[in-house]
Nanobody
């Protein structure tokens, strides 16, 4: 059974930085594309960033240049470094894993990030 454990988010002032992480178990991490999604109140869940096992990355236009996704395959962990945070980055952030072995998506429970003005 795949489990994705996100670190605690937090409250940060606009312009600040925050790093969240997600540790995966029950999955061959090197065979998975890892991603971060977010959902703000009243909005649909959207892709923030994703990274392949080889390190190729993809970002939403709204975060490109401010956020950095990375992964440590030896620790089965994916990170999201968020810099220059804006109030509109406030959302619940979800870790996602797509396994090429099972062709299935798995989701974490989400972690709240609040950016205050």
């Amino acid at each position: 059974q795949v489990q994705l454990m996100e670190s605690r988010g937090g409250l940060v002032q606009a312009g600040g930085s925050l790093r969240i992480s997600c540790a995966a178990t029950g999955i061959t991490f090197a065979h998975a594309v890892m991603g971060w999604y977010r959902q703000a109140p009243g909005k649909q869940r959207e892709l923030v960033a994703r990274i392949t096992s080889g390190g190729s990355t993809d970002y939403a236009d709204s975060v490109r240049g401010r956020f950095t996704i990375s992964r440590d395959n030896s620790k089965s962990t994916v990170y999201l470094q968020m810099n220059s945070l804006k109030v509109e980055d406030t959302a619940v952030y979800y870790c996602n894993a797509f396994s090429f072995d099972t062709r299935r998506d798995s989701w974490g429970e989400g972690t709240q990030v609040i950016v205050s003005s």
